[in-house]
């Protein structure tokens, strides 16, 4: 049963200190995404990747944030410096786009990382 | 630009009961519509999806869909509603030359026993 898996499920931390965020897409996926859960924003997109490379990560923070693929097993998303502000869930969700005249794909979610900052 | 609303925040509905959570969009083209289930502490799991021809589109869990153009509507609906239906929907939607989902703010459906 094929999934996304995301590590760390928890991640507490204090203010200032770098927070890294880890996803492995389903094999075979060729787009990923970046999403970040709150109860006052609900689901924003942050970044997405397709065939590892970056297609659009206006959703981030610049100054703090980035987003990388440094394999097609392997994407991940760092903090530096980490805020109380960016305390959410961070999921991470992959899809395979499909050819044809609709191409279109369903993106499948890992569990998500719940950060803290405090 | 595309953009899909969920109008009601939470929906009670009693077990055995048909359910209905409603999603209108706004998107230039036609759109590809989507319906996702959030359990708690849990990602996101795919429902199902209109992409084109009929407009009622059934999915998992005995969960429907119907495609409705000139209302600009996708509402999810249930004939028959269970407790273990409770969880968080979101509808999303996206238009042809976007590579990308626009999410609802999510509905709580809550289902009593």
């Known amino acids: 049963d094929a999934r996304v898996t995301q590590t760390p499920r928890h991640k507490v931390t204090e203010m200032g200190q770098e927070v890294t965020m880890r996803c492995q897409p389903i094999?075979?996926?060729?787009?990923v995404f970046w999403y970040r859960q709150t109860m006052m924003q609900g689901l924003e997109l942050l970044a997405y990747f397709r065939n590892r490379a970056p297609l659009d990560d206006s959703g981030m923070p610049k100054d703090r944030f980035s987003a990388e693929m440094p394999d097609a097993t392997l994407a991940t998303l760092k903090i530096q410096p980490s805020e109380p502000r960016d305390s959410a869930v961070y999921f991470c969700?992959?899809?395979?786009?499909?050819?044809?005249?609709?191409?279109?794909?369903?993106?499948?979610f890992g569990p998500g990382t719940r950060l803290t900052v405090t | 630009a595309q953009s899909v609303a969920q109008p009601e925040d939470q929906v009670n509905v009693a077990e055995g009961n048909p359910l209905t959570v409603k999603c209108t969009y706004s998107?230039?083209?036609?759109?590809?519509l989507f319906w996702y289930v959030q359990y708690p502490n849990r990602g996101l799991q795919f429902l199902l999806k209109?992409?084109?021809?009929?407009?009622l589109v059934k999915g998992s869990y005995g969960f429907e869909a119907e495609f409705n153009k000139s209302q600009t509507s996708f509402h999810l609906k249930k004939p028959s509603a269970l407790v273990s239906d409770s969880a968080l929907y979101f509808c999303a939607v996206r238009e042809p030359g976007y590579s990308t989902l626009t999410f609802g703010k999510g509905t709580m459906l809550l289902v009593s026993p």
């Open positions: 998107v230039s083209g036609n759109p590809y």
């Open positions: 969700a992959s899809g395979l786009l499909t050819p044809g005249l609709h191409r279109t794909y369903e993106q499948y």
């Open positions: 209109y992409i084109t021809g009929d407009n």
């Open positions: 094999l075979g996926h060729n787009t």
